[in-house]
């Protein structure tokens, strides 16, 4: 037989509990040291690690996994106080913490692949993982860890599911969560294909294909999933509600707020401030496909279109200007405003038609409330 798992409080909730809407940052982000040290200990328990190992993966655990805004993982746990009617015990409160952190390591896994793919600089207001000083004693300054956070991406992603063994494997919804978090990742994965893929060739830069269509199946696969869909799907699968009519009616809402999301990110990448958003954007230079470009290319003249043709994709000061100039011309701000209004209102047109009594609506009132003209 499966031995029972103990559950450790991570953090004592005042009596009564707060309203759903009410658990801080500062109560989430408290619980994640000691699931990280749970990892690291074992390291030497169960896997004969040497120091330096053991220094190296406790780094990489603090370094690229908190310190994000960590509204994913407190989805999770304000959407189970939701769907539960506000009243969490003490050991659904901790294992639904558990759970978001869970998905705040995915988050981790991604972003130290993607910032390795896309060369970037900074992430969350410090240099990216792979251009940190390697954590080793005898590295020598500007020693970068580089490639190795390859491997480190993926200590973090089995990080994950050996939090999800120790704390669900007695739980009967324990598959459900392996389950739903591989499909995730995949289709994660898939997306990330795409985006990478939506120009053929590195060398030849082909407008064309940066069609609204094509943007919105990367935002869905890359971004929508495991970023709105998950944390909700994650509560319902631990309060027992998470029937196909249940998923079916959130998933198209939340999938909608992924895109709202991601067009919002797109926005940042390139208005927004570095010192605000914790990164520096490159959206142009790496030649994405982002819903910047693919607003101009749908209102821009043939000169414009030429300026863009010619400049956007290439990493020079110079060429980023021009295209940020046609930007301008364009009034791609103005776009972006009224997007976000007719977007916001049609997203609180989803959540009212939505059925209450399958998914409650103060689950998507809370996402809303988080992304609604958010500036990083």
């Not at 500007?142 to 973090?156: K, Q, R, T």
């Not at 459900?176 to 995949?186: A, K, M, P």
């Not at 120009?199 to 064309?208: A, E, K, R, T």
Request: with cysteine; glycine share 6%; hydrophobic share 40%.
């Amino acid at each position: 037989p499966t031995p029972t798992i103990s559950v450790r409080v991570f953090f004592t909730p005042p009596s009564p509990l707060p309203p759903p809407g009410m658990t801080t940052k500062e109560e989430f982000a408290a619980a994640y040291a000691p699931l990280a040290q749970e990892l690291v200990a074992e390291l030497t328990a169960n896997f004969e690690m040497p120091p330096h190992a053991v220094r190296w993966v406790d780094e990489v655990l603090t370094t690229t996994v908190a310190g994000g805004k960590m509204t994913r993982g407190m989805t999770v746990v304000h959407s189970l106080s939701v769907i539960r009617g506000g009243e969490l015990s003490q050991e659904e409160r901790s294992l639904a913490t558990v759970l978001g952190w869970c998905i705040e390591m995915l988050q981790g896994y991604f972003l130290i692949a993607d910032d390795i793919m896309d060369q970037s600089v900074t992430r969350r207001g410090r240099p990216c993982w792979y251009r940190t000083q390697r954590p080793i004693d005898g590295a020598k300054e500007g020693d970068e860890v580089g490639l190795i956070a390859i491997n480190d991406s993926f200590i973090v992603f089995s990080g994950l599911f050996r939090l999800l063994k120790k704390y669900f494997r007695s739980k009967p919804y324990y598959v459900d969560l392996l389950d739903i978090f591989n499909e995730v990742t995949y289709q994660t994965e898939l997306g990330q294909l795409l985006d990478l893929t939506s120009q053929p060739s590195p060398s030849v830069i082909d407008l064309s294909l940066f069609t609204i269509e094509n943007y919105k199946l990367i935002v869905k696969y890359k971004t929508a999933f495991y970023s709105f869909y998950l944390p909700v799907a994650l509560a319902m699968i631990m309060a027992g509600t998470a029937t196909d009519a249940a998923l079916d009616t959130a998933r198209p809402i939340l999938l909608a707020m992924g895109e709202y999301f991601q067009i919002q990110d797109d926005f940042l990448d390139c208005y927004g401030s570095p010192e605000v958003i914790g990164k520096v954007g490159r959206d142009i230079e790496e030649n994405k496909c982002g819903w910047l470009i693919v607003q101009a290319l749908l209102r821009c003249n043939p000169e414009q279109r030429a300026v863009l043709e010619e400049h956007y994709g290439r990493d020079n000061t110079a060429s980023v200007a021009e295209v940020k100039r046609v930007f301008k011309e364009l009034d791609l701000e103005s776009v972006f405003a009224q997007y976000e209004e007719e977007s916001f209102t049609a997203l609180k047109a989803m959540v009212e038609a939505a059925p209450a009594d399958l998914v409650p609506r103060g689950v998507f009132q809370f996402l809303l409330e988080k992304i609604y003209k958010r500036k990083l």
